[in-house]
T-cell receptor, first 115, second 115 residues
Framework: SQQGEEDPQALSIQEGENATMNCSYK?????LQWYRQNSGRGLVHLIL?????REKHSGRLRVTLDTSKKSSSLLITASRAADTASYFC???????????????FGQGTILTVHP | ETGVTQTPRHLVMGMTNKKSLKCEQH?????MYWYKQSAKKPLELMFV???????ENNSVPSRFSPECPNSSHLFLHLHTLQPEDSALYLC??????????????FGPGTRLTVL
């Protein structure tokens, strides 16, 4: 299976509720990043968490990283209809390997926030 | 806007046509990438250029030919494509492909349809 698998594949919530998306990966990483993609558009970088960090905040976003479980979660608080998009995690490999610097993306979670 | 532009935004071509996709970044970055995004598949890295040198060709068929004349411009030349090549082609840039954290900035994509 893929490095960086998101769960759930799709999430439907009401405006004001919190949305939690999870990402699992297989190999050791240098950092993990979350991106957002509106339908048919390019990806937008949301937040980056390094392998030595456990939690990071940016506005309504909260990201956690558990390297022992090789997993990360993205929490969007007080969701809005405008948050409707696909969310992807991407892992960056450690130095020393052929994958250093490259990002490996998961399949994404489709989030729908109903007004 | 992310500082990465792509043209055209939509392209329909026959299997015998030759066309080119263009990407330009205004961020002063040194690395540029081509990704392919097909329905229900993770984002697939195709090519990486770092300081105008190709550093990654992810087993991409020769009917896709990249060109990077300078650090700001990236092209993807297309010829004798197949219908299964229909997808969203995304260009991205980052400060340096070999470094970290390697946050990537994406263009809006070219929606390619091969008839």
């Amino acid at each position: 299976s893929q490095q960086g698998e998101e769960d759930p594949q799709a999430l439907s919530i009401q405006e004001g509720e919190n949305a939690t998306m999870n990402c699992s990966y297989k190999t050791s990483i240098n950092n993990l990043q979350w991106y957002r993609q509106n339908s048919g558009r390019g990806l937008v970088h949301l937040i980056l968490i390094r392998s030595n960090e456990r939690e990071k905040h940016s506005g309504r976003l909260r990201v956690t990283l558990d390297t022992s479980k090789k997993s990360s979660s993205l929490l969007i608080t007080a969701s809005r209809a405008a948050d409707t998009a696909s969310y992807f995690c991407a892992t960056a490999a450690n130095a020393g390997g052929t994958s250093y610097g490259k990002l490996t993306f998961g399949q994404g979670t489709i989030l729908t926030v109903h007004p | 806007e992310t500082g990465v532009t792509q043209t055209p935004r939509h392209l329909v071509m026959g299997m015998t046509n030759k066309k080119s996709l263009k990407c330009e970044q205004h961020l002063g970055h040194n690395a540029m990438y081509w990704y392919k995004q097909s329905a229900k598949k993770p984002l697939e890295l195709m090519f990486v250029y770092n300081f105008k040198e190709q550093t990654e060709n992810n087993s991409v068929p020769s009917r896709f030919s990249p060109e990077c004349p300078n650090s700001s411009h990236l092209f993807l030349h297309l010829h004798t494509l197949q219908p299964e090549d229909s997808a969203l082609y995304l260009c991205a840039s980052s400060q340096d492909s070999a470094g970290s954290p390697n946050e990537q900035f994406f263009g809006p994509g070219t929606r390619l349809t091969v008839l």
